[in-house]
């Protein structure tokens, strides 16, 4: 008896928390009836929902599908995967002259690590180690061409759902097998003498982008401001305005047009500077033409990288990579058609999600047609946090005040900082938060929180009061 009494003593104390919370939750929510609002929050440890709010409405999640894009990769490809870059070469070596009477190959694998990140802040750093391993061969010059097999994914870089008028966005960059910079480069504007053009530079400096400058160097700081477009179907950007000729150099990121040349250029010009030279011209391919091609090197780099940064740092163009990486590893191709619907099969088959309640475009959010239910969303993380990749999958969240995170200015003051472990999502008129947070009592609760129709700041706002809550009364 003593025993059934101390359970329906906690049974009675868990009832009347959550009935508190439920109160709370929903006397501020009906704050924003104006807004199209979904909300589910489960228990932590039994997935029971304790609150929800148009909870099977279909909602634009935003980022918030990188959940289910970088969860899918885990299943699929598994956390020991690694992205393979291979490198051949075929003809013979004249030591003589240290010259290679044949050609050059690099197979792309879809790594989006080929960047500065991970290198100390050199972007060259691989296309200078494979230079040295040419060089171990005898090799200083290649009489033949470059050849760069882009066959692992589709020739389709942008998705055809992506706003046209951000093409130049570096957010919105082409998706290739072979990336170089995150298929972004760099644009240096600084002031030159009053009334003149203002200077810029382009790095990588051999990227085929073709610059019109139409930026003055202005007396007045007040009219210090730069535009960037590009045309949807040339290399051509313009950039215009005016910059204060007492200005720092202002950087801009721009995406590329054509990920492969790009690579090949870039990877081109790094040999020349470690004294070695291909003749030849580039030539991309799907597949390599047939011949005696030897395997010299192959660059590896892990999955959870590339996860981690797509999670912490909300990374459209790491996320569309490991899309077509599942897709091409499962279906022969990597394509967004092929990755939708893998991912549409997880949620489905593994989660085992309504597939009704989702429409999945792409796999960064960038796409307005994408559509989630916070349910499906919470499903999702309860589904990955109980695998056996649960404890990693939340490592690759952001904490809320972790530096250089999406959550870093978010409930950063005590008692809330550190108690949120979430991703976030935004989109013009679309907000949104999901991820696990623990309350002043020490429960656990998994959350997703969906914002659509209201302006970007307020959807954060209103999301952090809900959290505010969980935390203070769950």
């Given amino acids: 008896m003593k025993k059934l009494a101390i359970a329906t003593t906690i049974l009675l104390s868990h009832i009347q928390l959550f009935a508190g919370v439920r109160s709370a939750l929903y006397n501020e929510i009906k704050k924003y009836s104006k807004y199209r609002v979904g909300i589910t929050i489960l228990e932590f440890d039994t997935g029971k929902e304790i609150f929800s709010y148009n909870a099977n409405r279909k909602l634009i999640p935003a980022s918030n599908i990188k959940i289910v894009t970088t969860a899918a990769a885990l299943e699929y490809l598994g956390a020991g995967y690694l992205f393979k870059t291979r490198f051949f070469v075929r003809g013979w070596i004249n030591r003589k ?13 879809g790594d989006p690590t080929f960047d500065g990140r991970f290198y100390d802040g050199d972007s060259s750093f691989i296309f200078k180690k494979w230079a040295k391993e040419i060089k171990k061969l005898g090799i200083k010059r290649v009489k033949g061409s470059l050849f760069l097999e882009w066959g692992f994914f589709d020739s389709q870089f942008i998705h055809p759902d992506w706003p046209k008028d951000q093409l130049h966005k570096w957010y919105q960059a082409p998706i290739a097998s072979l990336s170089f910079m995150n298929n972004v480069a760099l644009i240096k504007v600084r002031g030159r003498k009053i009334g003149r053009k203002a200077y810029i530079e382009v790095t990588p400096t051999n990227t085929n982008l073709r610059i019109n400058n139409f930026v003055t160097t202005t007396r007045s700081s007040k009219y210090h401001r730069i535009a960037i477009s590009r045309d949807r179907k040339t290399r051509s950007i313009r950039v215009w305005g005016r910059f204060y000729w007492r200005a720092e150099p202002m950087i801009i990121p721009v995406a590329i047009y054509n990920p492969i040349t790009f690579f090949g250029n870039s990877l081109i010009n790094d040999w020349e500077n470690e004294g070695l030279t291909v003749e030849g011209r580039i030539k991309p391919v799907f597949r390599l033409p047939s011949g005696v091609w030897r395997e010299i090197y192959t ?5 959870i990288l590339a996860l981690e940064i797509t999670n912490k740092r909300s990374h459209n163009f790491y996320a569309e990579m490991i899309l077509k990486t599942i897709a091409a590893n499962y279906c022969g191709i990597g394509n967004w058609h092929n990755g939708r619907k893998l991912l ?38 309860y589904h990955v946090i109980r695998s056996k990749n649960g404890k990693l999958f939340l490592s690759l969240l952001p904490r809320n005040g972790e530096i250089d995170t999406t959550l870093q200015k978010r409930l950063k003051e005590p008692p809330y900082k550190y108690r949120v472990l979430g991703k976030t999502g935004t989109l013009g008129g679309v ?12 429960k656990r609760y998994i959350f997703a929180i969906i914002i659509n129709g209201a302006p970007t700041w307020r959807g954060k706002v209103i999301e952090d009061k809900i959290l505010r809550i969980l935390i203070e009364k769950g």
């Avoid at 240290?98 to 050059?104: E, P, R, V």
């Avoid at 549409?344 to 429409?359: D, H, T, Y």
């Fill in 97 to 109: 002259t240290s010259t290679l009477h044949g050609d050059i190959a690099i197979r792309g694998g």
């Fill in 344 to 381: 549409e099969q997880f949620l489905v088959e593994r989660v085992g999600i309504s597939k009704n309640s989702f429409n999945i475009r792409d796999g960064s959010g960038m796409s307005k047609k994408n559509k989630l239910t916070a349910k499906s969303i919470a499903e999702t993380l």
């Fill in 431 to 442: 907000s949104s938060l999901s991820g696990v947070a623990k309350s002043l009592s020490g």
């Fill in 299 to 303: 660059h590896k780099s892990p999955l």
